[in-house]
Nanobody, 124 residues
């Protein structure tokens, strides 16, 4: 059974930066796509960014494109999300997820394993 643990969340002022990490244990993630989703209070969980198994393909939601960067280190079984130029509307719980497949997607049901989430709060 795979376990995912996110870290790096916190409180930051608008315009600031945070780097989220998600460490996997129990199984290697090197063959699977990974992603970050987020859920704001009162809203559904939404896609933020995904990366394929070897890190060569990344896709971003329009709302974060140009500000967020997803990356992975398969040797460390870890995926990252660098978040720059943060806005108050980025406030949410951020979840990492591991796909059932090697190619990545923005579809929530394609992801089999989920972390517990890390809170990101951006003040104006």
């Amino acid at each position: 059974q795979m376990q995912l643990v996110e870290s790096g969340g916190g409180l930051v002022q608008a315009g600031g930066s945070l780097r989220l990490s998600c460490a996997a244990s129990g199984r290697t993630v090197s063959s699977y796509a990974m992603a970050w989703f987020r859920q704001a209070p009162g809203k559904e969980r939404e896609f933020a960014a995904h990366i394929n198994w070897n890190g060569r393909t990344t896709v971003y939601a329009d709302s974060v494109k140009g500000r967020f960067t997803i990356s992975r280190d398969n040797a460390k079984n870890t995926v990252y999300l660098q978040m720059n130029s943060l806005k108050p509307e980025d406030t949410a719980v951020y979840y990492c997820a591991v796909s059932r497949m090697s190619y990545s997607s923005s579809v929530l049901p394609d992801y089999a394993y989920w972390g517990q989430g890390t809170q990101v709060t951006v003040s104006s």
